[in-house]
């Protein structure tokens, strides 16, 4: 049973990562709220943070249209029912269901749970009682649940049944919690793989969440191999046409029930699935860390956004631009990136109903010292995490036979091939620690080990559209050990002279000092 593998090999937060979330929660309270409490970041965006969202376990979002297998692949995942479950080929599931370890099987109302100020569900009460009337909480003993909590969904409607009105904004809720949980599962049917509208509008509300997102094809057992093979390949086509990424994402083949298969021919293909899916959700505790310091990234990038937009509305008053024109301003006078700019239709809804002349003036000791934030405290919280993640079964197969460290050749382990020589320096010195903090995310969930392979880092780096012998010379300048895999220090590095060529700069032929971690001088 896969609960019995689950057990095996969950993971509990290292001393270490509870550490760092600490000390998290006081560089927040002491350096982000003030900033947020000045200029009004919860009227614009979302609530202030609670001490139960740095605390939280990891989440798990399950989401995909009625009957795919949602709610009995968290019964397979569990090993048993949980309180509430309820199964069938219809539209069962009517409301959001977070599941969570407990001493004793029971529900919690929904209302309860958006008041309680030991879980993170607090922000839910904007979205009133219409939604909270749809939302409860299942409570068991469980081992799987004792670092994780998975968040069950009703199933995305389809045809006519997308007409009813469910009472509150179903899209809404799926974003705000996509942006909170750790990994968002998207399950298919191998016999149902239309997009329904609603489907369609639920995966655009998780944009920017894209590497959270796995997919499941479940009920794969029901085709043969021949079948599998053209289905996959379908579903690989309808998520392109909907998620407009040149990424691939990664996609689960199984059947994730307690039945027998119905076509023993793909059983060892959905046994290998079934444990990279294990390894996947084994790795949350581990880097939940990871993860929070990655939104709260985020969120002071925009709440910093935010303070200078309103600061200098307020300057500008009693004249005012158009909103697209306070945005140019805004991004020129102080050398903002225009990615951390809100989306200006939004924005300029909430602004319409507020007065212009209650905004606080531009304060530049706050905003420096969220900026000090990114600059010092996160990258010394990176350092304090392990470098390492703990022992993690491999599949072999899973291993690019050219990375294999035992037989590879150093003359081989640059996945672009030969070295080409480039142009000239660039020159910059710039900050590091804000990069490594900027890609911790995307790192962490690509890693295994501590490292990212030489063939997952081709997959990303070619994702940026830049030609393959610029490609090869980021790699040998990243790969600062040559050992065919990056860790985060060289990761970050790559990232970085993949973004500045992409700007129109030349590649340097050898790295600035500045630019090599300490600890690899002497590399």
């Known amino acids: 049973c896969i609960s019995h593998l689950c057990n095996a090999v969950m993971s509990d937060k290292d001393a270490s990562t509870i550490r760092v979330i600490e000390e998290l929660k006081r560089i927040y309270k002491t350096k982000i709220m003030p900033l947020e409490k000045m200029y009004n970041f919860d009227t614009f965006f979302s609530p202030l943070m609670s001490d139960a969202e740095f605390d939280a376990k990891p989440q798990v979002m399950l989401i995909g249209q009625y009957s795919v297998g949602k709610t009995t692949f968290i019964r397979y995942l569990l ?11 219809e539209p069962t599931t009517d409301r959001f269901t977070a599941i969570m370890n407990g001493p004793d099987e029971r529900i919690i109302p929904g209302n309860a749970l958006a008041i309680s100020a030991d879980l993170p569900y607090r922000g839910l009460q904007r979205f009133g009682l219409g939604f909270l009337n749809r939302f409860e909480g299942a409570t068991l003993p469980s081992e799987v649940l004792r670092n994780i909590t998975l968040i069950d969904t009703p199933g995305v409607l389809a045809g006519e049944k997308q007409r009813l009105s469910r009472g509150y904004d179903f899209e ?71 998620m407009k990424t040149p990424e691939v994402m990664r996609v689960y083949v199984g059947s994730f029930w307690d039945q027998p298969l119905q076509h023993e021919d793909n059983r060892e293909l959905f046994e290998m699935e079934e444990a990279d899916l294990m390894n996947d959700l084994r790795n949350l505790p581990c880097n939940s860390a990871i993860r929070k310091i990655n939104e709260l990234v985020k969120r002071v990038r925009i709440a910093k956004v935010h303070a200078y937009i309103l600061g200098y509305l307020r300057e500008q008053m009693p004249m005012f631009m158009g909103f697209g024109s306070v945005f140019r301003a805004v991004m020129k006078r102080y050398n903002l990136p225009p990615g951390d700019f809100p989306l200006i239709d939004d924005y300029k809804s909430k602004l319409q109903e507020q007065d212009f002349s209650r905004f606080n003036s531009l304060k530049v000791s706050v905003i420096e010292a969220a900026e000090n934030t990114l600059s010092t405290d996160i990258p010394r919280l990176m350092e304090a995490l392990p470098r390492e993640k703990r022992d993690v079964e491999l599949d072999p197969a899973s291993i690019t036979p050219e990375f294999d460290s035992e037989n590879v050749k150093f003359d081989d382990v640059n996945p672009f091939g030969e070295s080409v020589g480039m142009s000239n320096d660039v020159g910059e010195g710039w900050c590091l ?4 903090a900027a890609n911790g995310s995307v790192f962490a969930s690509n890693s295994v080990d501590g490292f990212i392979s030489g063939g997952k880092a081709k997959e990303i780096l070619m994702k940026s559209g830049i030609d393959v012998a610029a490609l090869r010379k980021i790699w040998d300048l990243s790969d600062i050990d040559t050992d065919g895999q990056l860790d985060a220090y060289e990761f970050t590095i790559a990232m970085y002279l993949t973004e500045k060529v992409q700007e129109g700069y030349d590649i340097p032929e050898v790295l600035d000092e500045e630019m090599v971690p300490h600890h690899k001088r002497s590399s």
């Open 172 to 242: 809404e809720t799926c974003h705000w919690f996509a942006n909170r949980c750790d990994l968002i599962i998207l399950l298919f049917d191998a016999h149902k793989l239309d997009i329904s509208d609603e489907f369609r509008k639920v995966l655009e509300s998780l944009k920017g969440n894209d590497d959270k997102i796995r997919c499941i094809l479940n009920k794969a057992d029901q085709v043969d191999r021949q079948k599998l093979l053209r289905v996959y390949g379908a579903l690989m086509w309808s998520i392109g046409k909907v």
């Open 433 to 436: 620690d804000d990069y490594l």
């Open 79 to 89: 090993g048993h029912d949980f309180p509430g479950m309820r199964i069938g080929p």
